[in-house]
Every structure is written in structure tokens, then in C-alpha cells.
């Protein structure tokens, strides 16, 4: 589609870059201000720089490259985003695989911190539900440091994802071939309870959690070992089985010295067993909880289809976790925009708007002198 900044009579002023970016502009403020390391002045600005990284999750760009030809060429990005001189490949790929992370980070934490507070909470009566998995992200010959196999190189994302609100939470970054268990009390805060499958399944981080105060409801294995110690009531007609206090694993082997809740449903024809430490809900409740970590897999697939993950713009653990948390911050902006001028949760469709609008919006013309609107009509190629 080409953009151009000849003027047409809008049907309505809608929705556009503007009031995506709003929850930010409460944020700069308090921000640790971005220094540069030496003598030189910094190329770009950490607004600068997290603008073009949310132009680069919204539209569909297919390199850095292309990115760079967009804030050289397009008439939005290079006067109302890239630094006013410009910005080159190799000082962009600096910023971006050293300058930026804290803020961010900041960025990122303050968001999520609004987006609780703005979006509705589902689920309420479950208490407070973090999805928690990871995601692996195919990396090149080049990124040494996210080591999978001899032959691969992969980075995986573990994150923790707000069940109730349906956005991103803490988040961590390794090499592809990083266990995911211990990394469970980072990505989880007391009160929250942590929703995993079976690859989290390890008796001495179910003992670690419950002391650590953290709740937890995981899948096991069906050939799980079982010792019952206490049996509770089952409803009748539903698809609960099993409920009972037990301790899993082999006695004096591999055993958990703290006993779990463990229930067991019916999906389907298949059965399902699930470990926790909540004990104030019904089985059933259980069971539904579990059911509910599949937002987190939606989450990963929306994410990598629409919020371009890929192509990779950095090559350093740095510089890859800065474009991580770019995207992230995008899709926490689109989930506060989303339901602020309409009410729902992210979708693809709103997303298309929005890059639709980004080009309408009237207010585009503020940046512009009137005869520049006479003179010249600025198209350039699909972005």
C-alpha cells in the first residue's frame, strides 16, 4: 500500500499512533535517563529507538534493513520517529545491541502495571492465574551464545503470562536448551498461582515452590508414582475421577517430602492428572485452571504470526532481548488501546486498522507546512 501525505477528507478522526503510544508518555518522566558510554552524542534517543522498534512489531517489515529504508523514506517514520539526521545500519545496530535494555525493562514492568489496572479481570474467583511456559525462537550460526545442538542454534523465551487480563508478565531469555524449572520462581510472585505442564514436573521444585510460599497447578505424567495419604469427595456425574492428598515419586528415592493435591479429570476419553498446593478450590475448579493454560499457547502463536518475531534485527543476547521486550511492549500498548476504543482483547483485525489509520490520521498534517501538501505527493514502496 503507498503512503502518501496528500491530503483527503477523513470520515472521522480515529485511533491512531497517538493514542497508542499515550500510556508511555506517562512514563518517560520517571525513566533512568539513557547516557551515552563515551564522548560521542547518542545517534538516537531512547524514545526514538522504542518507537522504531514498535514500527518495526506493527508493520510488516522483513529486515533491518528495510526497516532503516522506512525511516529514511516514509514521510511518517522519518519525521515523526528517526533521529532528524538520520540514522545508519551500524549506529542503529549499535543501539540496539548495547543501549536500551533498563529502560525498557522499566518500560516494559510500568506497562504491565497499567494494563492491570485498565483491563478487565477474568476469572476472578480463581485468584490471581500466571501461565507459565517457554517458547523457542530459531536463531543463526552467528548468535553462538543460544546454543541448542550442533547443528541449530535456538533461543527459548520463558514467560509468565496474566491469565486473568490475557497479557505478557515477567519474562527471561536462554539458550535453547535451558531447563525451564528453575526458572519458575522468577517469572512468579507470591499470592499468583503458576499454570504448567508436564515438562515442569520435578518433585524437588514442587517441595521448593511450597516453601517458597509460591502455588503452583502442573500436570504429571499418568505412570507418575502415587502414595494416597488422604482421599476428599468427588461430585458425582462430572468429569472429576480422582481427588487426594498425596506424595509423589519412589519412596526413599525421588520422592516429594512436602505431600500435593492431586486431581484427576476426564477430557474426552483421556485422563488427565494435575498436582497443586491449592486446596481452597473444588476439583473441578482445578480442572478448569489447567484448561486455562492454553492461553499462554495462543499468546505464542498470536505473537509470532502478527507481532513479527521474526526476522531477527539482532544477533547479541543483548540485542535480541531488546527486541523481545519491543514486541512485548507493543502488544501490552495494543492490549490497553484495544480496550480503551473498543472494549476487547488484541486481535489481528485491530492491528490492521491501526496501521491503516497510522497513515490516515489528519493530525499527520501538523508535522507539514500547507504547501508541502500542494507540492508534493510522497509515495513510497509497501511497508
Request: hydrophobic share 40%.
Amino acid at each position: 500500500m503507498p503512503r502518501s501525505l496528500h491530503p483527503q477528507a477523513p470520515e472521522s478522526q480515529k485511533p491512531s499512533s497517538q493514542e497508542l503510544w499515550q500510556p508511555i508518555e506517562k512514563i518517560l518522566h520517571d525513566m533512568p535517563p539513557l547516557l551515552s558510554r563515551g564522548y560521542r552524542p547518542l545517534k538516537m534517543t531512547f524514545e526514538q529507538q522504542l518507537k522504531s522498534l514498535i514500527l518495526f512489531h506493527l508493520e510488516e517489515h522483513d529486515s533491518a534493513r528495510h526497516l532503516l529504508q522506512v525511516l529514511k523514506q516514509d514521510d511518517l517514520a522519518r519525521d515523526c520517529i528517526a533521529p532528524p539526521e538520520g540514522i545508519g545500519r551500524s549506529s542503529y545496530g549499535e543501539a540496539l545491541n548495547t543501549r536500551g535494555l533498563e529502560q525498557l525493562y522499566f518500560v516494559y514492568e510500568k506497562l504491565q502495571a497499567q494494563a492491570a489496572l485498565a483491563l478487565p479481570k477474568t476469572h476472578a474467583e480463581l485468584g490471581e492465574l500466571v501461565a507459565i511456559d517457554g517458547t523457542l525462537i530459531n536463531a543463526v550460526s552467528s548468535m553462538a551464545w543460544a546454543d541448542y545442538s550442533s547443528t541449530t542454534r535456538k533461543a527459548k523465551i520463558h514467560l509468565g503470562f496474566d491469565v486473568n487480563r490475557g497479557i505478557p508478565g515477567k519474562v527471561s531469555l536462554t539458550d535453547g536448551k535451558a531447563d525451564e524449572g528453575p526458572l519458575v520462581p522468577q517469572l512468579l510472585s507470591p499470592g499468583q498461582t503458576g499454570i504448567m505442564d508436564r515438562n515442569y514436573q520435578c518433585y524437588h521444585h514442587f517441595d521448593l515452590w511450597q516453601k517458597q510460599k509460591l502455588k503452583f497447578v502442573c500436570r504429571i505424567k499418568a505412570s507418575t508414582i502415587k502414595a494416597c495419604l488422604e482421599t476428599y469427595p468427588v461430585p458425582e456425574g462430572g468429569p472429576v475421577f480422582h481427588d487426594a492428598l498425596m506424595r509423589l515419586g519412589a519412596p526413599r528415592a525421588n520422592q516429594t517430602q512436602l505431600p500435593v493435591r492431586v486431581v484427576g479429570y476426564w477430557v474426552d476419553d483421556k485422563k488427565y492428572w494435575v498436582a497443586t498446593n491449592r486446596f481452597d478450590l473444588s476439583a473441578p475448579d482445578i480442572a478448569l485452571i489447567y484448561k486455562l493454560r492454553w492461553e499462554i499457547e495462543k499468546f505464542f502463536g498470536w505473537w509470532k504470526q502478527h507481532l513479527n518475531v521474526y526476522p531477527l534485527i539482532a544477533r547479541s543476547a543483548y540485542g535480541f532481548m531488546v527486541q523481545v521486550l519491543g514486541g512485548l511492549i507493543t502488544y501490552l500498548l495494543l492490549a490497553i488501546f484495544c480496550h480503551k476504543y473498543f472494549q476487547e482483547r488484541v486481535s489481528i483485525k485491530r492491528v490492521r486498522e491501526l496501521r491503516i489509520n497510522m497513515q490516515k490520521d489528519p493530525r499527520i498534517r501538523d508535522h507539514f507546512p500547507p504547501e508541502l501538501w500542494q507540492q508534493k505527493n510522497y509515495a513510497y514502496a509497501k511497508t
